[in-house]
């Protein structure tokens, strides 16, 4: 495995192109394109339907690639499947399920978990706008709490599912969160989930301006902000133990994020001010922790191929 | 070699000697007992596939529909709610033209449950895109999913097969059937090599996209594929015809020529029809039937041919479309355009229908009525 240090080490080659539809800005478009970078023309992506779903559209397609997409509940099990053919016609390639939040905490959870079960060698990175945002940004179990979708006029009630604590629980061999906004942590984790043997999964937060509103040029910075303020830790689970990957020196106030964002703008300050004393408090503990733990989970050594 | 084998037996076969190489799965009643001959044959090596027990019947389609754009050969079983929970992907894998195989052991549909067969399952995708075929015994299953595969995987076809047995009455029913040698079907079912979806990175192409304006063309192929199935359903027919001494077709007629008063039907319920016309029969009385085979493509030239000097028509539907009646029905009236047709529903959820009945309704024909037969 080659360890990216810094932005030129990444590769130059681009297996998603330009000319296609996504929005201004769009970050969900951009960890595509880095992870592709990194996977290479031996890729075959699976998609789940959402916003990426919009790249191909006929007779045109921005991918260099091949590139299935079926439906939005089952890219898990379309993985389980090509895992399967592709071991039967002899075609050694990488399979990446691109799927959106509400695909994979939501409606794909099922097929996700049984592929998981299997211990299929296959990445799946989890594009998490945090909302159905295809759709105009509806609530998903991933949303965060108190923030404004379509269906939550009033902020979402509920919290965010653990979704990569799911993960763990399955017992596969690698999982991360990450963001495109810190490409060589996200580029070093896609390579890392390719080289394991089983399955990966990576959580990653792309900032939507259209979904959360802000202007489309901050997209990066939106992203920086979401994990300098500590509210998206970056962090993978290798081996049953938990290590953050960036641990931000001084970690700025959760109000720059919030404020930065339409889907934040109905909160007070002093229910910014609560939220700051949550994530306040999360930190202490995983500052009593080390940045680093055990979850005492047995991890699984074994996947078809053995 | 033959063997006193079950419907669902039967058709596991179709499946071993068509050399299906996917096999995903979710056990439901009445077809299991297919996925677990199967899963022991691939256990003791008899058969070289890939088992995937699924978490649902949706993810089963969904694998069926990768594995299938990925080159493999692929099979698998199921029967109604599972049928149910198929119907996104099935419409998905016949628009992506995929030549998937799928038995349904016919059973009727919740609420309330049932587990006996009936046809409403299978009926409900007859819209979806997919070639249907309804089997009258355990042999016509294991020689329909041979043959589903040929006429499936056909470059002027390229849809997906779905073999109907009926529940219990085939699935879990011992008959004598032949099975043919693996070298036989070898020669006339070769490995498939797709020349149109492909996911394989030497060449890149991408699959299930958006379209705009096109969406029309497309649906208009699968119509054409429809069509181009009937003449390709009975040239395989006859080519296996040759090869075994079983003939098949779209329809199959007895004793339509002379008869005054047809019944039509489709699946197993056909054989004691057959039972009570033989009887009727002797006592003189010209009665036939003509069962309807393949339902897609929907054989109304045939019906036409078959029922043109018949006088009283008649339709028995295992199944039924509250508020507005017989599927099958409706289906065989729109091909004879205004002749009297009565429709006759029967046997749902497996309520036996027997000759009794069937001499009560060759008595009620010339109608023009629905009339349910308890």
């Known amino acids: 495995m080659d360890i990216l240090k810094k932005l030129t080490d990444i590769p130059m080659e681009d297996y998603l192109v330009g000319g296609h539809v996504a929005c201004q800005g769009c970050s969900a478009s951009l960890g595509l394109r880095l992870a592709l970078k990194v996977l290479g023309k031996d890729t075959i992506v699976i998609n789940g339907s959402g916003c990426m779903t919009l790249l191909p559209v006929y007779p045109n397609t921005p991918l260099k690639v091949p590139w299935i997409h079926l439906a939005i509940e089952n890219t898990g099990a379309a993985g389980t499947a090509l895992y399967y053919a592709l071991r039967r016609k002899n075609i050694k390639a990488n399979i990446l399920g691109y799927a959106g939040d509400g695909a994979t905490y939501d409606i794909g959870i099922q097929s996700l978990s049984g592929a998981a079960e299997k211990n299929i060698d296959m990445i799946y990175i989890c594009y998490n706008n945090q909302s159905f945002g295809n759709t105009g940004h509806q609530r998903a179990s991933s949303t965060p709490r108190a923030s404004y979708t379509t269906t939550t006029p009033f902020g979402k009630v509920e919290t965010a599912k653990d979704m990569p604590s799911i993960m763990a629980a399955h017992r596969i061999p690698y999982i991360a969160t990450a963001c495109p906004s810190f490409p060589i942590d996200f580029l070093n984790k896609v390579e890392k989930a390719a080289e394991v043997a089983g399955m990966a999964f990576i959580d990653l937060l792309v900032p939507c301006p259209v979904g959360w509103g802000f202007d489309p040029a901050d997209g990066i910075d939106i992203g920086r902000l979401a994990v300098r303020t500590g509210m998206w830790k970056l962090y993978e689970i290798v081996d049953g133990r938990l290590n953050l990957t960036y641990i931000p020196e001084k970690r700025r106030k959760v109000s720059e994020y919030l404020r930065a964002q339409a889907r934040f703008s109905h909160l007070s300050d002093e229910d910014i001010e609560k939220i700051q004393a949550e994530v306040d408090c999360e930190w202490e503990e995983l500052e009593e922790r080390g940045y680093g733990y055990e979850l005492g989970i047995f991890v699984n050594k074994r996947h078809p191929n053995m | 070699m033959r063997q006193m084998i079950t419907g669902n037996g039967a058709a596991a076969w179709g499946a071993r000697l068509s050399r299906a190489e996917i096999i995903p799965n979710f056990p439901i009643t009445p077809q299991t007992a297919i996925i677990e001959e199967i899963a022991s044959w691939i256990a003791e090596g008899e058969m070289n596939a890939d088992f995937l027990p699924m978490e649902s019947e949706h993810s089963v389609m969904s694998a069926l529909a990768a ?308």
Request: hydrophobic residues 40%; aromatic residues 8%.
């Open chain 2, 67 to 374: 594995a299938s754009s990925a080159g493999t050969r692929v099979f698998s079983a199921t029967s109604s709610q599972g049928l149910m929970l198929m119907t996104e992907m099935m419409f998905i894998t016949s628009g992506l033209r995929l030549p998937v195989m799928l038995v349904n052991v016919s059973r009727g549909l919740s609420a309330p449950i049932t587990l006996w067969s009936d046809h409403n399952d299978a009926l409900v995708q007859r819209d979806s895109g997919w070639l249907q075929i309804f089997c009258s015994n355990n042999q016509e299953a294991l020689d329909s999913v041979v043959m589903g595969y040929r006429i499936a995987e056909d470059n002027d076809v390229l849809l997906p097969m779905m073999i109907n047995l009926d529940g219990f009455t085939l699935s879990t029913t011992r008959e004598p059937v032949e099975i043919p040698d693996q070298s036989e079907i070898d020669d006339f079912l070769p490995a498939y090599d797709p020349e149109h979806t492909i996911l394989d990175p030497k060449e890149p192409m991408s699959v299930g996209c958006v379209v705009f304006d096109e969406y029309m063309y497309f649906r208009s192929q699968q119509r054409m594929a429809m069509q181009n199935s009937k003449g390709l359903i009975k040239d395989v027919c006859s080519e296996w015809e040759k090869m075994t001494g079983r003939g098949y077709g779209l329809v199959e007629p007895y004793f339509t020529e002379d008869a005054e008063r047809v019944l039509v039907i489709c699946g197993s319920e056909s054989a004691i029809l057959k039972y009570t016309i033989d009887k009727l029969r002797k006592d003189g009385e010209r009665v036939g039937m003509l069962r309807l085979r393949a339902i897609r493509p929907f054989p109304c030239e045939e019906i036409i041919d078959a029922l043109s000097d018949v006088e009283e028509i008649g339709v028995i539907d295992q199944d039924v479309s509250p508020g507005s009646g017989g599927i099958i029905a409706t289906e065989v009236k729109a091909c004879l355009g205004g002749r009297n047709v009565t429709s006759f529903i029967a046997g749902l959820g497996g309520r036996r229908i027997g000759v009794e009945k069937y001499e009560k309704i060759f008595r009620r024909l010339g109608r023009d009525v629905e009339e349910w037969i308890f």
